[in-house]
């Protein structure tokens, strides 16, 4: 967990402000790296914020003396060390709560998947969620701030602007460049000075009955960055943008979305979803706060833990297509009993 304090009065939190907001000093991050158990207490009413019960909430302390709540399916003793392990199955999915400060979370997710290795040649896709001419708050698109949060991550990894292609294209009327625009995610590209690519005009390959874009087929690392919604397979749709828009139409009238799935396998191994799931899209299209952060090296698996932890009234016809099952999925950082709340319900 990390925390922010304040060099010259010395108070602390847990959120990533730039300035004490009593001096006006600039904070310092501070990662604690162990924590422990200093007290348990057991919960057995249940909420609609937290239906499964009974679960433990463990006041852990790091070793700097920072103190913070944390949620447990699993009871621990006292004294206790506290630690979330990596799964490496190539199935396992990340689960981790986020609250602001998407550096952290982003850092999290992609570790407890045993991290990534992101050397200055390697060529990466960032694939951003783009799917409406709408501002970020709507949870349409990829938020400027996740993108931020990602982008930065990928070049304190070691990896080099110049490597890096933003790519998208939409698969409506609606051009990929206006959507782009709207959502913020133009200003940030060119924070960073990149000119992000539309796909639609890119070079296909074809590989079996897949037409799949150049640009995927080339990378060593394609990031899908999924925009979650309750209901919706968002981050394997979103990964369908690869395909030319011509033939993932076709595919589509002529079979499912499900069987077009396996496209993914051309380029297997090389795939990492790294999913918002913040402030999310209920079926009913309004948007609320769910709090999590996810990732995985399949975008099914993510969409189907993503719609089990919030309880979606409805599962994607995809994911019911594909017989998804969540006992098969590894679980990595949360359970999904410790992540789960009525989400529909607000
Ligand atoms: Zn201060």
């Known amino acids: 967990m990390a925390f922010y304090r304040c060099g ?7 959120y990533p402000i730039k300035k004490c907001p009593r001096c006006f000093e600039a904070l ?3 990662k604690g790296k162990q924590a422990r158990v200093i007290a348990v207490s057991r919960v057995g009413i249940p909420t609609l914020f937290h239906p ?3 679960y433990f909430i463990l006041l852990l302390q790091d070793e700097n003396g920072n103190v913070w709540a944390h949620k447990s399916s699993k009871e ?9 392990d990596p799964v490496l199955e190539a199935g396992a999915v990340a689960v981790w709560k986020v609250k602001y400060d998407w550096p952290e979370a982003i850092d999290k997710i992609i570790s407890l998947l045993g991290g990534l290795k992101i050397g200055g040649s390697k060529k990466i896709l960032l694939l951003p969620t783009l799917n409406a001419a709408s501002h970020y708050y709507f949870r349409d698109n990829t938020s400027p701030q996740f993108f931020t949060a990602v982008f930065e991550y990928l070049l304190e990894s070691g990896a080099k602007t110049e490597n890096i292609t933003v790519g998208a294209q939409s698969f409506s009327d609606v051009p990929v460049g206006a959507i782009a625009q709207k ?20 070079t296909f390959e074809k590989e079996g009955k897949y037409e799949i874009v150049k640009e995927a087929l080339d990378a060593d690392l394609i990031i899908n960055l999924a925009m979650l919604k309750i209901g919706q397979a968002s981050a394997t749709q979103n990964f369908f943008k690869i395909l030319k828009k011509e033939n993932f139409l076709e595919l589509k009238n002529l079979g499912s979305e499900a069987d077009i799935v396996k496209c993914f396998k051309e380029i297997e191994g090389k795939i990492m979803t790294v999913a918002d799931g913040e402030t999310t899209q209920r079926s009913n299209k309004l948007a609320g706060f769910t709090g999590l952060a996810l990732a995985g090296r399949d975008p099914c698996g993510v969409d189907l833990v993503f719609n089990e932890i919030t309880k979606a009234n409805r599962m994607p016809d995809i994911l019911k297509s594909l017989e998804l099952k969540l006992e098969d999925i590894p679980i990595a950082g949360r359970t999904v009993a410790e992540a789960q709340y009525l989400a529909e319900y607000f």
Request: net charge positive; hydrophobic share 35%; proline share 5%.
């Open 52 to 54: 499964g019960v009974p």
């Open 28 to 30: 310092t991050e501070q």
């Open 183 to 202: 959502s913020g995610l133009l200003e940030i590209c060119s924070k960073y000075k990149i000119t992000p690519k539309d796909l639609s005009a890119s």
């Open 76 to 84: 621990y003793v006292i004294g206790a060390e506290f630690k979330a």
């Open 8 to 14: 010259k009065c010395n108070l602390t939190w847990q």
